[in-house]
């Protein structure tokens, strides 16, 4: 007769894990804000530096009449598609006697606007943008074109919206 062995049941091999505890970074706390880079390759926006030269002695500016200048410098350069150009008037002021604009222009369209108002020179009295020389001409100086406001301000940016 054949002898049986019992089968015995083997015990399966035991895992033990363990936890290392190891000392936590200052950046893996939730607590400490994580550093986000960020970099804007093709910023929407254009920001001009602009100054009206007259032949007046107290040239004054508002946004009024720097609207109706710069549409007029468009219209004649670029016709109707120059009035259909975006323009926004940020801030208009008087530094060292020269009345001074800041705008804000599409990216595509700075350097037709830029072209435009470089060479237009109108009347003072008329915005038709002709005139003669016994009106006062004016004319538009570009000073500073960029597409990061802080950098041309060379500052914050934040003087350009006090009042």
């Known amino acids: 007769m054949a002898t049986s062995t019992p089968l015995t049941n083997p015990t399966p091999p035991t895992t033990t894990t363990t936890t290392t505890k190891r000392k936590s970074s200052p950046s893996d706390s939730p607590s400490t804000p994580q550093t986000i880079h960020f970099t804007a390759r093709t910023p929407t926006w254009t920001y001009l530096k602009l100054q009206l030269i007259t032949h007046d002695i107290t040239p004054t500016l508002d946004p009024l009449t720097a609207r109706t200048y710069l549409s007029a410098a468009l219209t004649q350069f670029l016709g109707l598609t120059g009035t259909a150009i975006p323009i926004d008037i940020l801030k208009v002021f008087t530094e060292q006697r020269t009345p001074t604009l800041w705008t804000r222009v599409p990216r595509d369209d700075a350097s037709a606007v830029v072209a435009a108002l470089s060479s237009w020179i109108g ?21 500073a074109k960029g597409n990061y406001l802080g950098a041309l301000v060379q500052g914050s940016g934040g003087e350009l919206f006090v009042p």
């Open 123 to 143: 009347g003072g009295a008329s915005t038709n943008g002709g005139g003669d020389a016994a009106a006062g001409n004016v004319a538009w100086r570009v000073c």
